[in-house]
């Protein structure tokens, strides 16, 4: 028992003496703030890759309701532009037809084929019949290219939902369906068309909005903002045109069905009477006509008996 209770007390006291050193409670300290500084770094990072996975990972939803892709920021601050490198010696060799021009203008701007007169639905460019590089007017993506021998081929770039440019009268193409273009990147040549052999070497150039055909000089050097809040007073113009017209059709249909519904306020001149009373007089009358005047029937009496009076005569 005493041998035990000895090694006690020399265990106690090897610890003590350790502890009583005076490097040990600060190396505890330190070991101690370097766990735990190990630990919350850990943590975070751990945290930061759970986050990372969360805001890119292809499997998490959108809140794009639609699931639309987004339109490029580079793209919606772009304004449309010419399709050719040096607009200022371009020549436009047909105008846009516009509604509102006058009569000369919009006869300049029919084009015809087959003895058929078609509005022009673009604007016709050429380099006094050089060829040169069809360049796209904004960024966007292709969306058709065809071969078409009376437009002289075509080319169609989207830009945003429901607009689009056309590019017609172009050979050699550069790009295909599906690939995402630039702006002022050239995307075909000026050709010909069997549509406009007039313009000879040409590009034909649209801009659409949800299918139809603007001015394209109406917008060069504008956003597609201005497209789209033009394109909406245009189909509130014609809403309200068409709101007039209904009004003024159902206003002419309530003053038909007025004039049906009375008849007897408009006789004919000339009616004939329907009176009993009155057709017995005009029987009396006649009547009376004929009694008052017999001498119609005496003369042609007469007239049978003259003969044989002057046959006896002259016997």
């Given at each position: ?207 659409r909005k949800d299918g139809v055909a603007v001015n394209p000089l109406d ?97």
């Amino acid at each position: 028992m005493r041998e035990e209770e000895k090694k006690h007390t020399s265990q106690k006291s090897s610890v003590q003496k350790f502890f009583k050193k005076r490097w040990v409670f600060p190396a505890v300290y330190l070991a101690s703030a370097a766990i735990i500084i190990t630990a919350i770094l850990w943590y975070q990072a751990s945290g930061n890759d759970v986050a990372e996975e969360n805001q890119y990972g292809f499997d998490q939803p959108t809140d794009n309701e639609f699931d639309n892709p987004a339109m490029e920021v580079n793209r919606s601050l772009e304004n449309f532009v010419m399709p050719l490198e040096n607009p200022d010696t371009a020549v436009i060799e047909k105008q846009f037809y516009d509604v509102d021009a006058s009569a000369e203008e919009q006869a300049a701007a029919l084009v015809v084929y087959n003895n058929s007169y078609q509005p022009n639905q673009g604007i016709d460019i050429s380099m006094d019949g050089k060829e040169f590089d069809v360049q796209a007017s904004m960024s966007g993506t292709v969306t058709k290219v065809l071969e078409d021998e009376l437009l002289g081929n075509v080319i169609e770039i989207e830009h945003d939902k429901g607009i689009v440019t056309l590019y017609q009268s172009v050979k050699d193409f550069k790009v295909k369906e599906g690939d995402t273009v630039k702006q002022g990147q050239t995307i075909a040549k000026a050709g010909k068309s069997t549509l406009n052999k007039d313009a000879g070497i040409h590009v034909h150039f649209e801009i659409r909005k949800d299918g139809v055909a603007v001015n394209p000089l109406d917008y060069v050097n504008k956003s597609l903002a201005t497209l789209q809040e033009a394109s909406l007073e245009e189909e509130q113009k014609t809403d309200q045109e068409e709101q007039a017209g209904e009004e003024s059709s159902e206003q002419q249909s309530s003053e038909e069905n007025a004039g049906t519904e009375n008849p007897d306020s408009e006789q004919p001149a000339e009616e004939e009477s329907t009176d009993p009373a009155e057709d017995q007089e005009n029987t009396d009358a006649n009547e009376t006509e004929e009694q008052a005047d017999p001498s119609s029937d005496e003369s042609e009496d007469q007239a049978t008996e003259n003969p044989d009076e002057e046959k006896k005569e002259n016997q």
